[in-house]
């Protein structure tokens, strides 16, 4: 079945550093992937859509990349802040098919 | 613009008892769909309509869950009867159209059953 896997554990990063989240995806290959914020209490908020023929996408310090060779998605946060802590969730988009997701903390 | 909207925001009832959700997706929006979040873990869809037609509804368990989207526009989850594992977050999210279009997401229903 199809399946996405992002890094289970926690991330902890130092403010003003970058963080970089990692989505795995398996056994299907997306046509474009999602990338969601998620804060405690809150439904996921839309963040960035990158599609199989583009290898990065921009907006403002986030930087999502898609290896469809190695099956990746690189989500990135450039200059990070305490306001970016949240959970980050990729999605095959097309499916509706969400992974678990990676709780980011940003310490000042 | 008014967000997708949710109701109740939390719910607490015994297993084998019924409950209900109630989501006004964005004006508008052609697109509407139910997704369960247990913790720790990422939304998983249960159904999914287009106007008032279901579109995709493989993952619903449809022995206790039904739902359903009258006029095209709020729609209402239901289960009957609850067990423990339905314990989770029920979300809505609406769309202008049905694929690639960014999904808004509403607060969410947290749902504990004891």
């Known amino acids: 079945s199809q399946k996405i896997e992002q890094n289970s554990e926690a991330l902890n990063i130092q403010e003003g550093k970058t963080a970089t989240l990692t989505c795995n995806y398996t056994?299907?290959?997306?046509?474009?992937l999602q990338w969601y914020r998620q804060d405690p209490g809150r439904g996921p908020v839309f963040l960035l859509l990158?599609?199989?023929?583009?290898k990065e996408k921009r907006k403002e310090r986030l930087k999502v990349t898609f290896d469809t060779t190695l099956k990746q998605s690189l989500f990135h946060i450039t200059a990070s802040q305490p306001a970016d802590s949240a959970t980050y969730l990729c999605?095959?988009?097309?499916?509706?098919?969400f992974g678990p997701g990676t709780r980011l903390s940003v310490l000042p | 613009e008014a967000g997708v909207a949710q109701s109740p925001r939390y719910k607490i009832i015994e297993k084998r008892q019924s409950v209900a959700f109630w989501c006004n997706p964005i004006?508008?929006?052609?697109?509407l769909y139910w997704y369960q979040q247990i913790l720790g873990q990422g939304p998983k869809l249960l159904i999914q309509?287009?106007?008032?037609?279901?579109?995709?509804d493989s993952q619903l368990p449809k022995d206790r869950f039904s739902a359903e989207r009258l006029k095209g526009v709020d729609s209402t989850l239901k289960i009957q009867p609850a067990k423990l594992e339905d314990s989770a977050v029920y979300l809505c999210?609406?769309?202008?159209?049905?694929?690639?279009?960014?999904?808004?997401f509403g607060p969410g229903t947290r749902l504990t059953v004891l």
């Open positions: 999210a609406s769309s202008m159209g049905p694929r690639t279009d960014t999904q808004y």
């Open positions: 056994n299907y290959s997306p046509a474009y």
């Open positions: 990158i599609r199989e023929n583009e």
């Open positions: 999605a095959h988009g097309q499916n509706f098919v």
């Open positions: 004006s508008g929006h052609a697109t």
């Open positions: 309509f287009q106007n008032n037609g279901v579109v995709d």
